[in-house]
């Protein structure tokens, strides 16, 4: 069973920044898909950005040049780097994990593990 555990959530004004962590302790794989989707209130979850084994990153358009994703696999931590924040960018975020394909998309179903999620919120 693998665990994620989210951090790094929190308020922020509009313009500024934030990192979130996602920490999987006990996973291992050879071939894997791991990505930060949102939820803001009353909306439908959405991708926003992912990265598999080999490094190759995909965004979501209304993230690209803002926010960065990374991964720490001696750690086994993925980030998220959130710059130029807006109001809009207000959600819960989540990390999850594919850990079978290193093909990517936004695509929930994929995805077999979840993070409990944190609140990002942007103020103007």
């Known amino acids: 069973q693998v665990q994620l555990v989210e951090s790094g959530g929190g308020s922020v004004q509009t313009g500024g920044s934030l990192r979130l962590s996602c920490a999987a302790p006990?996973?291992?794989?050879?071939?894997?898909?791991m990505g930060w989707f949102r939820q803001a209130p009353g909306k439908e979850r959405e991708g926003v950005a992912t990265i598999n084994n080999y490094g190759v990153t995909t965004y979501a358009d209304s993230v690209k040049g803002r926010f960065t994703i990374s991964q720490d696999e001696f750690q086994n931590t993925l980030y998220l780097q959130m710059n130029s924040l807006k109001p809009e960018d207000t959600a819960m975020y989540y990390c999850?994990?594919?850990?079978?394909?290193?093909?990517?998309?936004?695509?929930?179903?994929?995805?077999?593990?979840w993070g409990q999620g944190t609140q990002v919120t942007v103020f103007s």
């Open positions: 006990r996973f291992t794989a050879s071939f894997y898909c």
């Open positions: 999850a994990l594919d850990p079978y394909r290193a093909s990517c998309i936004f695509d929930e179903v994929k995805f077999d593990y």
